[in-house]
Each structure stands twice: as C-alpha cells, then as structure tokens.
C-alpha cells in the first residue's frame, strides 16, 4: 500500500518540540538543576545576609560555590535544550524542501521515499513501537520514524496500525 504523507510543519513541532523544549525552566532536561539553583541561591542570599561578621567569608566561598556548580549544570542541561531546538529545527528545515513525501508498506518491510530518495526498513528490526493519539513512532536498530497521525488519512492509518500491530 502506498501513502501519501501529508507534511505540516506545525504538526512536527507539536510533537517534537512539546514538552521536552517548550521552555529553559520548565524541560525535563532543566528542570531539576533549576530547582537546585534556585534553593541554593535562596539559602545562600539568607546565609550570607545573616552571617555574623567573622563567619561571612566562609559562608561566602561555600554557598558561591554550590551556586555555582547548580548554575553550571543548568548551562548545561539548557544547552541540552537549545541543541535539540537547533536539529529539529534543521531536520524540519530540510524536509520542508522535499516535494514528495511517501511511505509504501510491504508484507515484509516498508519504505520511505522522499523526492527520489528511498530508504527501506525490515518491519523484523523494528525494536520499539508506540502509537498514541497523536503520532506512530517506530524505533528500528539503526533509524528511528516518526509519523503524526494529521499527516495520514484515516484509512491508511488503519492499515498502517494493523501492520505495526504484527510485529512482535
């Protein structure tokens, strides 16, 4: 069976800029060294406010440090974050110049054809499958395909579905 796959932009984005890189702060990646910098900042301010004048340098040195390390493991973690905004952004960059967006479903394996490009996959090296409301992901031992629901008719989906659900 042979599918055209209807491309949208925004549909991609949805998926995969969601709930991983909405936001520095609010990201699985971030979110932890965020809190942690936050606490320490907190407490710090209040040990070096009310540190009496022969304790301050210590108190001084000790929370700046721990400051410090939570700041530097949130650069980190928000690098994290920009880097994986920056090749979504690529990989949809690139295939919003594709003209022609194709998936043909064999008995045995599938292939994607964008323009004149193929690649196909053997449905026995799918190793992961997950379908939920909002798109099929399908992880195989050396790609891994994404496919918004939006971008399918329902028919095809129904097929599409029913050969996913074969594999083992």
Known sequence: MEIELKYNRSDFEDILLAK?????????????????LLISSIISFFLITFANDSSYPIYLVISGSVVTIYLIWFLISANKVRSRRRNVKLYLDNLDNVKTKKLIIHEDFFEIQLDEERHSEKWSDIVRKEIND??????????????PKKSISNVALVHLIKQIEKID
């Open 134 to 147: 909002s798109f099929i992901y399908l992880v195989s031992k050396k790609e891994t395909y994404l496919f």
């Open 20 to 36: 991983e890189t909405s936001s520095y702060f609010k990201s699985s990646f971030t979110k932890k060294p965020f809190e942690y």
